[in-house]
Nanobody, 116 residues
Framework: QVQLAESGGGLVQAGGSLRLSCAAS????????LGWYRQAPGKERELVAA???????NYADSVKGRFTISRDNAKNTVYLQMNSLKAEDTAVYYC??????????WGQGTQVTVSS
């Protein structure tokens, strides 16, 4: 069983920065794809960024150039550095771990609020 714990959310002014962290339990972290998703009120959950086990990553168009996803396999932790935050980035951010044979796991979410 994998457990994910996000941290780092909060309230920030537009133009500011936040760094989200997600720590995972278990031994499959290094073999997994790690992703950050977000869900704003009244909207569907959407992929923000993902990093695969080979280190390659992809981003939603709306965050390209502003957000950076990274992983530290030694610490079983994935990060999302968010810069130049906008009001439309306000959402609950969820960490996801996906491994081909072991399945997909979600964290409990962390609120990010950007004031304009």
């Amino acid at each position: 069983q994998v457990q994910l714990a996000e941290s780092g959310g909060g309230l920030v002014q537009a133009g500011g920065s936040l760094r989200l962290s997600c720590a995972a339990s278990g031994s499959i972290f290094s073999k997994s794809t790690l992703g950050w998703y977000r869900q704003a009120p009244g909207k569907e959950r959407e992929l923000v960024a993902a990093v695969r086990k080979d280190g390659s990553s992809n981003y939603a168009d709306s965050v390209k150039g502003r957000f950076t996803i990274s992983r530290d396999n030694a610490k079983n932790t994935v990060y999302l550095q968010m810069n130049s935050l906008k009001a439309e980035d306000t959402a609950v951010y969820y960490c996801n771990l996906d491994e081909r044979f072991w399945g997909s796991y979600w964290g409990q979410g962390t609120q990010v609020t950007v004031s304009s």
